[in-house]
């Protein structure tokens, strides 16, 4: 079997929206595709190769790692061999384009109808499938509608109360607007006029009482087959942007989450997702995936939204189910955190208090059983890390 080469575009749900080659993200989303292109060397399998942002920076890197007794996985690369399997974060007509260019053959990448199928299957309406199906399952709350006027969203809106309105594609924690009928306005109308005429349609869905955010975890292996991964349990920030995963084994987060539904509520939904997603995906996408859900809060019962979002890609909640999976200590816990800073200097001088305070552990075993590391470089003009901290 060939080796793989993995890429990190974390442009990737941005240019599924736009759905062109020449799609050009934000130089922000730019810098954090090159800070954080080091992730994959952790999820990668032994000798498969990542495609750096600057292969002597990874070499320093891996060997502040090895001094430290760690061994990630991968093996970095700025170029390509011929005959590798790609794995990008996510598919779409840029990341093709970037791969050609670099002299990636055609053949090796999806073709403009296999990406179209990708989009399609990526959409938020995918969810209104989704809940249609597992709804039987008793314990889950979960509704979605897609409108195609602004007519309909304005009568959802007045119908529901407290909305969220969703564009069907965009970036992760974007594309979301709150809205009730006092705060409706002509700029809410506008936004929704607008998504509607270049994306067809808008999602709506009621504002739920969010107690936790949580996913379940899947691998599509191309050939029809579905397969479970495992948990994610994730926090995010009031605007919905992933801020950082706990790092716990599978049992524990199924602990957790049953403090508020039952246990058997979470197995029913697992496998009959799992069927779900087979049936929907066919042989039309291998690799990681995730199903975003929730725990909402009814008067005085806990429900399981089951179908928050499908993140038809590869994601932080499976990276950090994989990074602890291989490399903790059970019973080690902690954060797998994704941090922006502002400044030059900020990143290198945290990295360096965070070594101080939270020195690494390593079991007998070589496993992490406590302390802080750093999964990407950190340098004086670092803006974008990924970090995981351990407590034993």
């Known amino acids: 079997m060939a080796s793989k080469l993995y890429l990190f575009n974390p442009e990737h749900d941005m240019a599924l929206a736009n759905f062109t080659p020449y799609y050009q993200p934000p130089q922000e989303i730019v810098r954090m595709g090159e800070d954080l292109s080091y992730l994959p060397l952790w999820y990668a399998c032994p000798g498969e190769e990542v495609m750096v942002a600057d292969r002597e920076?990874?070499?320093?890197?891996?060997?502040?790692?090895?001094?430290?007794?760690?061994?990630?996985?991968?093996?970095?690369?700025?170029?390509?061999?011929?005959?590798?399997e790609l794995s990008p974060w996510g598919w779409d007509p840029a990341v093709v384009h970037r791969l050609q260019e670099r002299g990636v053959a055609v053949d090796n990448c999806p073709d403009v109808s296999a990406l179209e199928q990708?989009?399609?299957?990526?959409?938020?309406?995918?969810?209104?499938?989704?809940?249609?199906q597992i709804q039987s399952v008793a314990g889950c709350c979960g509704r979605a509608v897609v409108c195609s006027s602004l007519d309909e969203v304005h009568e959802f809106v007045d119908a529901v109360g407290e909305t969220v309105l969703k564009s069907p594609w965009s970036g992760s924690g974007r594309g979301l607007l709150r809205v009730s009928p006092?705060?409706?306005?002509?700029?809410?109308?506008?936004w929704v006029t607008r998504v509607i005429r270049t994306q067809g349609g808008i999602m709506g869905e009621p504002l739920y009482n969010k107690v936790c955010d949580f996913a379940m975890e899947y691998r599509a292996d191309g050939r029809g087959n579905v397969t479970w991964v495992g948990y994610s349990l994730f926090e995010t920030d009031s605007h919905g942007n992933y801020k950082l995963n706990r790092l716990l084994p599978d049992e524990q987060i199924v602990q957790t989450l049953a403090g508020y539904v039952a246990s058997e509520t979470l197995q029913a939904v697992r496998l009959l997702l799992q069927d779900v997603l087979q049936k929907m995906i066919g042989t039309d996408y291998a690799g990681y995936l995730g199903v975003d859900m929730m725990i909402c809060?009814?008067?005085?019962?806990?429900?399981?939204?089951?179908?928050?979002?499908?993140?038809?890609?590869?994601?932080?909640?499976?990276?950090?189910?994989?990074?602890?999976?291989?490399?903790?200590a059970f019973p080690a816990c902690g954060r797998y955190v994704v941090e922006h800073y502002m400044t030059d200097g900020e990143a290198l001088k945290k990295h360096q208090e965070l070594q101080m305070l939270f020195p690494v552990i390593l079991s007998d075993q070589g496993r992490i059983a406590g302390g802080y590391v750093s999964l990407t470089p950190v340098g004086e003009t670092t803006r974008y890390q990924v970090y995981v901290i351990l407590d034993t």
């Not at 920076?57 to 093996?75: I, M, T």
């Not at 990708?118 to 249609?132: F, P």
């Not at 590869?314 to 291989?326: I, P």
């Open 57 to 84: 920076l990874a070499g320093r890197y891996l060997h502040e790692c090895s001094v430290s007794g760690l061994s990630p996985s991968g093996v970095c690369t700025t170029g390509h061999k011929t005959g590798l």
């Open 118 to 132: 990708i989009r399609y299957l990526s959409g938020r309406q995918r969810c209104v499938d989704v809940l249609s």
């Open 182 to 190: 006092q705060t409706w306005s002509t700029n809410v109308e506008g």
């Open 297 to 328: 809060r009814e008067g005085e019962n806990f429900l399981v939204h089951p179908c928050v979002e499908i993140n038809l890609r590869m994601n932080m909640g499976v990276v950090a189910r994989l990074f602890y999976d291989r490399y903790a």
